[in-house]
């Protein structure tokens, strides 16, 4: 479980991620994180967040968000909002790293998405852009359904064009990664 000072890094989309606020600090009200990407890092792919807000207050270097059809860069000081619904994607527009203070509300199980994203990258999991590998993927999109979906085809396209591989994930044990660990007395 994600806690205020922890620090994640993705080593294939170049994101550092330093937990402010968790969802346990806010009463699940709030997640705000300090992001930082290296000059080639990016956001693993075009995605959309439900029911999510996210706000994005660029701290440092420049950020390239593309919000449905929509380009925008954003330097230091700028705000970036994302509504809930709308596909999205980011990455660092400069030569050196950028930062952003980032808000996302309600905070939902993102801490959980981000520490796994991580782990799987480090497992060697995913692809070159840090998207989980096939099989990953079937579970990781079932697990984190109310934080985040594929941003095409539509929804219950995606769902339908996975469950075969969900049950094959389930089948050779991927999904112990979302088992929920046993409380110890």
């Given at each position: 479980m994600?806690?205020?000072?922890?620090?994640?890094?993705?080593?294939?989309?170049?994101?550092?991620?330093?937990?402010?606020?968790?969802?346990?600090?806010?009463?699940?009200?709030?997640?705000?994180?300090?992001?930082?990407?290296?000059?080639?890092?990016?956001?693993?792919?075009m995605?959309?967040?439900?029911?999510?807000?996210?706000?994005?207050?660029?701290?440092?270097?420049?950020l390239r968000f593309?919000?449905?059809?929509?380009?925008?860069t954003?330097r230091?000081?700028?705000?970036?909002?994302?509504?809930?619904g709308?596909?999205?994607?980011?990455?660092?527009a400069?030569?050196?790293p950028?930062?952003?203070?980032?808000?996302?509300?309600?905070?939902?199980?993102?801490?959980?998405?981000?520490?796994?994203?991580?782990?799987?990258?480090?497992?060697?999991?995913t692809?070159?852009?840090g998207?989980?590998?096939?099989?990953?993927?079937?579970?990781?999109?079932?697990?984190?359904?109310?934080?985040v979906?594929?941003?095409?085809?539509?929804?219950?396209?995606?769902?339908?064009?996975?469950?075969?591989?969900?049950w094959?994930?389930?089948?050779r044990?991927?999904?112990?990664?979302?088992a929920?660990?046993?409380?110890?007395?």
């Amino acid at each position: 479980m994600a806690h205020a000072g922890q620090v994640i890094e993705n080593p294939l989309s170049g994101e550092r991620i330093r937990f402010h606020k968790t969802a346990a600090d806010t009463g699940g009200e709030l997640l705000e994180i300090d992001l930082e990407l290296s000059p080639d890092g990016h956001v693993p792919g075009m995605h959309v967040h439900p029911i999510q807000e996210e706000r994005f207050e660029v701290t440092k270097g420049a950020l390239r968000f593309k919000m449905g059809r929509r380009k925008v860069t954003a330097r230091a000081g700028d705000v970036v909002v994302v509504p809930p619904g709308v596909r999205h994607r980011f990455a660092n527009a400069g030569d050196g790293p950028a930062g952003a203070r980032v808000q996302v509300r309600p905070a939902l199980r993102m801490e959980e998405l981000f520490e796994t994203t991580v782990a799987l990258a480090k497992d060697g999991r995913t692809t070159r852009k840090g998207l989980p590998k096939p099989l990953d993927l079937a579970l990781f999109v079932r697990e984190f359904d109310r934080e985040v979906q594929g941003a095409f085809p539509p929804v219950w396209v995606q769902r339908l064009t996975l469950a075969p591989l969900a049950w094959l994930a389930r089948r050779r044990g991927y999904h112990a990664r979302y088992a929920t660990e046993p409380a110890i007395a």
